[in-house]
């Protein structure tokens, strides 16, 4: 019983980090219509920003985390504006290909910018754990759950209660009517990527001290996130907080008593298993239209 | 604005022309990519003029190499720069007997089918005489199958790994084998450390398996409290920390990579877990050459081969590091170039051995003359039937963001 | 108010509409009759920006229109309630409402709200439920009410009539009639002779083209309006 609860506490740093890389990754799909592929890709790039900042411009790390927020902001700005308005109306295969291939092109262009040796990069607040008995919680953990928890909030009752929140649902329900009933559609798109990239760059932020950063240090980080907001309902904000705690609680527990060997494949069963007793995830909705 | 046909400006297609920027971004990332490739010093071959084999002239001798140069692994390929300040250093005192030493470096992303292109290239295209340097273990495993049948020699393939261990003709290992090092970490934990309860934290491949299998040979086989492996694509490792930790490990073994190596160390620190850390020299290096030690890991004992160069521990390492300084200023004096500086090294000696015509065979039979070469790693020893190479390890400790040598323990002078 | 003058518009090699010329005066109510693929939808589309004619031009109080999208139409004071209702289901009755009203200031909306829900005191009640658990009597009501929302002094209606009972439909057209009533000026397609008995003037449109045109009441009784329908 203390090993589970070992197990369980150990487990909700990284469960807040799939949760953070998951609300980015739904944010874009729900207001566009577009899986970003790339977007751990793009979250590492904001990192190395964030790196930059504390290494080359030598400034505290408060700050950096500030320049490095704008700057995802405004990659995110960039990928919409420059590729994926174009993209909008063009078949799934040609927005896979074109986000796979951001993705190869922003690892690539950061890998010759910054080099691919693992950077360190300071944790957030740091210091000793919390707790005793052996019972221990990292200050950055408890940091990240409630980082996630407070961009979760925000992000729902901007959705669900503000006049941007119910214009940026309208575009997500149906972009032509919304357009015609006067919702400036453009901008919120823009909104939503800008936004969306700075959600899970955060996770980068957070996850870039306990794994080292690298370009391509989002990849399997990525796949878990993939995963949290496939089981969330791939467009429900509840859904990919819940599906990155679930994703991160049973990976730790599959670690803990059979092998870290089986982690990535047990995850991807328990979604196999999840989404054959409910189709549209433990969060979405059927898409049934009424006539 | 367009006033072309009555189409609907909503519902405009973009298919085609969105088609067409995906392509293009594809092709870019992967001309990116590529464009790291290409020879890092030297040039090509030329004409074999006159030459008693492929890739020797009358005054030059061409060596090959494939190394990554781009891409996750890209610091390895550093190694190049040690191989070229040797030859310079050598090339400065009139070359072995008149001819200048040349290096063709081909940068194979630490991908086998690149890393197998590239050696095609470098001895169907490019002929050179010998290869210096190959970096990577499934890398060296594509290109030996050109290079053995070929009979093209093979001087320091920079991988622990155990199939280079079955002795072939034209290989000449020069790392220690990853056993060795186990072995040297097991027996320092316990002889010198004195722990009771130690942890052996792997990856699940065969290179985590070799230092594993070093660790089973040592003093510490009695003292292992848990082994614990991981997969390399894994980024989480609370678990691994706690069973660690609750295996009451007063020790763990780094049986890792860097990346893996530091994400454990994080979630053990998390934990208030803080055993002693005895790491690989593969797993010690993130973040910094091997002239400082990464502050990620004060007071880390971290196996070694290539003695400290910030000061320089002997003065094989001195030469080193003034020869990088002298002939290839501003370039990474680290581990990595280390590794292709003693590589060189022996690959030199080899050629000073060999009396009247050079030949493939006869610079084998001088590689195989080699007795007690004294390198920065240790001495190297080679045999008609023995082409171990190094099979002496140290530790060493991270101090102040320096490696320093711990006293009383292994040693290789 | 509204002239569209001998638009052609063509999607690919069909050709939608020749050479349609109509116009609409300050306040008034114009049906726009016709059987299915005859061009009234696309008529409305292009009056409302979402296609462009390849020629001819449609003036909106004396403006061309060419150069505007359908934004800048919009709120010169165009609306266009699309074909099929496009209600969104997962709202509610005031959210559907609210996005409608979204280039409203928050101080003004409230009221707007008010004013519309007078011309559809159906809707008072249901302000808390779900579009989608509305009927499609409520739901059609709820589409007028949120192009409304805009506040136009033009409306474009694409078909209210669609899959509703006769009295429901009668119940639809009543709320148009009231909406004319206070000044906004309504183009109605439909493919429901129905429309007639409220409209003022009727255009009748097949295969693209004008094929009829004249005061409501006496298009009604014209011989040529069942051979429009009939192709």
Request: aromatic share 8%; proline share 5%; hydrophobic share 45%.
């Amino acid at each position: 019983m203390q090993t589970f609860a070992q197990y369980l506490l150990g487990s909700v740093g990284f469960g807040g980090i799939y949760a953070l890389a998951a609300l980015g990754l739904v944010l874009i799909f729900k207001t566009s219509g577009v899986v970003n592929f790339a977007f751990g890709a793009l979250a590492s790039l904001s990192t190395m920003i964030l790196w930059a900042g504390i290494h080359r411009l030598h400034v505290s790390v408060g700050i950096a985390w500030v320049i490095a927020v704008v700057a995802a902001l405004i990659i995110g700005g960039l990928c919409e504006v420059l590729l994926l308005e174009r993209l909008r109306r063009a078949p799934i295969t040609i927005q896979i290909v074109l986000t796979l291939g951001l993705l190869l092109l922003i690892e690539g262009i950061s890998g010759l910018v910054w080099g691919y040796t693992p950077k360190g990069i300071p944790l957030v607040i740091g210091g000793k754990s919390i707790g005793g008995n052996g019972f221990f919680i990292a200050r950055d953990d408890i940091f990240i759950v409630a980082l996630t928890l407070v961009v979760a909030l925000v992000m729902t009752v901007v959705f669900q209660r503000s006049r941007i929140g119910l214009g940026m649902r309208a575009v997500a329900a149906d972009r032509e009517t919304a357009a015609l009933m006067g919702v400036p559609v453009r901008r919120y798109v823009l909104a939503s990527w800008s936004i969306g990239v700075m959600i899970t760059s955060l996770s980068a932020f957070l996850v870039a001290p306990k794994v080292s950063l690298s370009p391509t240090m989002m990849e399997d980080i990525a796949v878990f996130a993939f995963a949290a907001a496939v089981l969330g309902g791939f467009g429900s904000l509840v859904g990919a907080v819940v599906g990155g705690f679930v994703v991160g609680i049973a990976a730790n527990l599959i670690a803990g008593y059979l092998s870290t060997n089986y982690q990535l494949t047990l995850v991807f069963v328990l979604i196999v298993v999840v989404l054959y007793l409910r189709p549209n995830g433990l969060f979405g909705r059927a898409a049934v239209a009424r006539q | 604005m367009n006033h072309g046909p009555c189409e609907s400006t909503a519902l405009r297609r973009r298919g085609p022309r969105a088609a067409a920027t995906g392509a293009a971004l594809v092709a870019l990332s992967l001309a990116l990519a590529a464009c790291g490739s290409g020879g890092s010093s030297g040039s090509g071959s030329g004409s074999n003029a006159g030459a008693t084999a492929p890739g020797v002239t009358a005054n030059s001798i061409t060596f090959g190499q494939t190394a990554p140069h781009t891409g996750p692994t890209g610091e390895y390929g550093q190694s190049a720069y040690g191989v070229t300040a040797y030859f310079d250093m050598v090339n400065a005192k009139g070359g072995v007997n008149g001819r200048k030493l040349k290096l063709i470096s081909l940068d194979d992303h630490y991908d086998p089918p690149t890393a197998l292109q590239d050696t095609k290239k470098l001895v169907y295209q490019d002929h050179v005489f010998a290869e210096v340097a190959v970096n990577g273990s499934a890398t060296t495993n594509a290109d030996l199958t050109v290079l053995v049948p070929q009979n093209v020699p093979l001087v320091g393939p920079q991988s622990g790994d155990q199939f280079l261990q079955p002795f072939k003709k034209s290989v000449y290992n020069v790392w220690p084998s990853y056993v060795v090092e186990g072995k040297t970490m097991g027996d320092f934990a316990i002889n010198n450390l004195h722990l009771t309860h130690v942890i052996a934290f792997y990856q699940n491949d065969p290179f985590g398996q070799a230092l594993l299998q070093g660790v089973e040979q040592s003093a510490a086989a009695s003292k292992l409290a848990a082994k614990i492996s991981y997969d390399p694509t894994q980024t989480d490792f609370s678990t691994d920390a706690l069973k660690a930790k609750n295996a009451n490990g007063d020790g763990v073994l780094f049986l890792s990579v860097p990346g893996s190596t530091n994400a454990m160390e994080n979630s053990m620190a998390s934990i208030n877990y803080k055993p002693k850390l005895i790491m690989s020299q593969v797993s010690a290096i993130p973040g910094s050459s091997f002239s400082a030690a990464p502050q990620e890991f004060p007071g880390a004992y971290v196996g070694a081969f290539v003695q400290p160069l910030n000061p320089p521990a002997n003065a094989e390492a001195k030469q080193f590091v003034d020869a990088m300084k002298k002939y290839q200023p501003g370039k990474p004096i680290s581990v990595f170039s280390g590794w292709g500086w003693i590589e060189a090294q022996t690959a030199v000696a080899g050629l000073k051995n060999v009396h009247g015509s050079l030949t493939r065979d006869s610079y084998e039979a001088g590689l195989n003359s080699i007795k007690n070469l004294k390198t920065m790693g240790g001495s190297v020893t080679y045999g008609p039937h023995d082409h171990i190479g190094l099979t002496c390890e140290f530790v060493v400790q991270a101090r102040n963001r320096k490696f320093v040598p711990v006293q009383g323990g292994p040693s290789c002078q | 108010m509204l002239t569209v003058d001998s638009i052609d518009c063509s999607y690919g090699p069909v050709q939608a509409l020749m050479g349609l010329s109509l116009e609409a005066t300050d306040g008034a109510f114009i049906a726009i009759l016709g059987a299915n693929g005859a061009g009234k939808s696309t008529t409305l589309k292009a009056i409302a920006g979402l296609v462009r004619p390849t020629r001819g031009r449609v003036l909106f109080r004396g403006r061309n229109l060419a150069r505007l999208g359908p934004e800048r139409r919009l709120s010169l004071g165009i609306a266009l309630c699309p074909e099929g209702r496009r209600v969104f289901p997962d709202f509610t009755v005031a959210e559907n409402l609210r996005v409608g009203g979204h280039r409203l200031n928050r101080r003004v909306l409230g009221d707007r709200v008010d004013q519309t829900l007078q011309l559809f005191p159906a809707l008072k009640d249901r302000m808390g439920q779900s579009a989608g658990s509305l009927s499609g009597g409520e739901q059609q009501m709820l589409a007028i009410a949120r192009a409304l929302m805009t506040e136009p002094s033009l409306l474009l209606l694409d078909e209210p009539s669609l899959g509703l009972a006769p009295m429901i439909t009668r119940q639809v057209f009543d709320a148009v009639d009231g909406i004319r009533k206070q000044g906004t000026t309504v183009v109605l397609v439909e493919q429901n002779r129905l429309a007639l008995r409220y409209a003022d003037y009727a255009y009748v449109l097949g295969n693209g083209r004008l094929r009829l045109e004249g005061p409501a009441g006496e298009v009604q009784d014209d011989e040529r309006l069942r051979s429009a329908y009939l192709g």
